[in-house]
Nanobody, 129 residues
Framework: QVPLVESGGGSVQVGGSLTLSCGTSLDMTSSYCMGWFRQAPGKEREAVAIIHLTGLRTIYADAVKGRFTISRNNAKNTVDLQINSLKPDDTAMYYC??????????????????????WGQGTQVTALS
């Protein structure tokens, strides 16, 4: 059973918007870091945006600051990624991930993929030019 399930990917015109959602049966009520990574063909998987599930502190990759917003949706029990002003370089498979170990809300969440244990199968985002 896949612990995290992504949805919302698709093909969107450059400059457009879309929202990705990550649903999970894992605990989302404790002090975990959870977020989104992406991997383009021929490139390494990189962090996009991470949120602390209780402290709600967020951290973003420089390439997406000001355009992407990560949030926790309590009604749907998901972590969502709002993507605006889509660029060609945003084209990638987007993965949701959660750390296995707890993180203090006073500490910034890690952006290293090696620190995240649980992963989804990914959802494709393609920017059309």
């Amino acid at each position: 059973q896949v612990p995290l399930v992504e949805s919302g990917g698709g093909s969107v015109q450059v400059g457009g918007s879309l929202t990705l959602s990550c649903g999970t049966s894992l605990d989302m009520t404790s002090s975990y870091c959870m977020g989104w990574f992406r991997q383009a063909p021929g490139k390494e998987r990189e962090a996009v945006a991470i949120i602390h599930l209780t402290g709600l502190r967020t951290i973003y990759a420089d390439a997406v600051k000001g355009r992407f917003t990560i949030s926790r949706n309590n009604a749907k029990n998901t972590v969502d990624l709002q993507i605006n002003s889509l660029k060609p370089d945003d084209t990638a498979m987007y993965y949701c991930a959660r750390r296995r170990s707890l993180t203090s809300s006073r500490v910034a969440c890690s952006l290293s993929r090696n620190d995240y244990t649980y992963w989804g199968q990914g959802t494709q985002v393609t920017a059309l030019s």
